[in-house]
């Protein structure tokens, strides 16, 4: 309900406040990588998924969940390439 009306930050804290107590509720990690997806937190996204993927490797979900980490993937290597050529060309 927090997420879909966008109160990002409560509904990342419920989210990691679940996983303290239930570490292997993998939906939680999807959770988290849907609002970090919403904030543009590509870092984030790869590591929420990498842990889901731990969790749940071979379910239908994890097939949208890799497309979506190697997007995340992509997204920061781009960045960093980025970063390089301005570093280079002050």
């Known amino acids: 309900m927090l997420y879909t009306t966008s109160r990002l930050a409560e509904a990342e804290r419920c989210a990691r406040q679940t996983l303290v107590s239930k570490p292997d509720f993998a939906e939680a990690y999807l959770l988290l ?25 071979d379910s239908p979900r994890s097939v949208r969940a890799r ?5 995340a993937q992509r997204a920061l290597l781009q960045r960093d390439a980025n970063a390089v050529v301005a570093a280079a060309n002050p």
């Open 67 to 71: 497309s979506v980490r190697e997007d």
């Open 33 to 57: 990588a849907e609002i970090h997806l919403r904030q543009s937190n590509a870092s984030a996204v790869v590591e929420d998924l990498d842990a889901y993927l731990k969790l749940d490797p």
